[in-house]
């Protein structure tokens, strides 16, 4: 089994910054992908980004594309999703995701983490 356990999410500002860190922990072999979901409320959960082990990344996000970052520290088994410029919009629970392969489908999903929320204020 793999544990993960986000951290970093918080309160900012519109143009403001955070990075959420996700720990994995356990059997590692199956954080062959290391993803982003994200939900907002009365939405449902969608992809933000992923990353393979030894950092192949897709962004599933348009509205994302440019102002976020997603990367690992495979060392670590821990990814990161650097998220700048958030707007109001950006406003969610944001979940970090892990298993062989890299699906933007929730139902693909093998482990998931807690979630973390963030809150974007204008």
Do not use: H
Request: with cysteine; hydrophobic share 35%.
């Amino acid at each position: 089994q793999l544990q993960l356990v986000e951290s970093g999410g918080g309160s900012v500002q519109a143009g403001g910054s955070l990075r959420l860190s996700c720990a994995a922990s356990g059997d590692t072999d199956y954080s062959n992908c290391m993803a982003w979901f994200r939900q907002a409320p009365g939405k449902e959960r969608e992809a933000v980004a992923s990353v393979y082990r030894r950092g192949s990344s897709r962004y599933d996000l348009d509205f994302v594309k440019g102002r976020f970052t997603i990367s690992r520290d495979d060392a670590k088994d821990t990814a990161y999703l650097q998220m700048s410029s958030l707007q109001p919009e950006d406003t969610a629970i944001y979940y970090c995701a892990a298993g062989g392969w890299c699906s933007p489908n929730v139902v693909d999903v093998r482990f998931w983490g807690q979630g973390t929320q963030v809150t974007v204020s204008s």
